[in-house]
């Protein structure tokens, strides 16, 4: 099994931004703000905003990408993605998108569609998405009513559950964190 980690921690990058970063309020300083606030959503709409513009640098299009992934904004990631590729850390952090979005639209298929998934394999993340895929490829869920109660092995505690929920839309996929038997975190993805 391969693992994938960023090259950079979200922190450690942000405070070296924080280094190179003029006076005036531009949209990489308002997104830096933004994030170090934890106003991910916000941070991660203002990159969807000013990409065409700032699309060739690499902190903002890092940034923006690392933004939309802590709002779980996942199906943004394809666009910052496509432009990681000039230096090895913008591969690596390239990589680490594309594989949550993989692994999001994949569980999704299975829900909705029931993808086996039990033959692929693809690298593991620290990502809430990515834990999921896994533990579903290795198959330590109990499945009732179309709701995956999934454990996992390696965190004591730690638990998960994966369902569809009805919207006007079309259905969501919500990936409850569930720690000693209480949700402490809801993802929704569409």
Not at 105 to 123: C, H
Request: proline share 4%.
């Amino acid at each position: 099994m391969v693992t994938v980690k960023r090259f950079l921690t979200p922190l450690l990058f942000i405070s070296m931004l924080g280094l190179s970063l003029h006076a005036e309020e531009t949209p990489l300083r308002q997104m830096v703000s933004l994030y170090k606030k934890g106003y991910y959503k916000k941070a991660c709409n203002v990159g969807l905003r000013y990409f065409e513009k700032y699309k060739k640098n690499n902190d903002f299009v890092m940034l923006y990408g690392f933004s939309c992934l802590h709002a779980d904004y996942i199906d943004r990631l394809a666009v910052p993605l496509t432009a990681l590729r000039y230096t090895p850390t913008e591969r690596k952090n390239a990589t680490y998108f594309a594989t949550i979005l993989l692994q999001k639209k994949m569980l999704y298929q299975k829900l909705l569609d029931g993808l086996d998934l039990s033959t692929v394999r693809l690298p593991v993340t620290d990502h809430v998405i990515s834990i999921v895929f896994d533990l579903i490829v290795h198959r330590n869920y109990e499945k009732k009513r179309g709701v995956y109660f999934l454990t996992d092995p390696n965190r004591s505690g730690k638990s998960y559950k994966l369902y569809l929920e009805s919207h006007k839309r079309g259905p969501h996929m919500i990936v409850e964190e569930i720690v000693d038997g209480k949700t402490v975190k809801i993802h929704r993805y569409w």
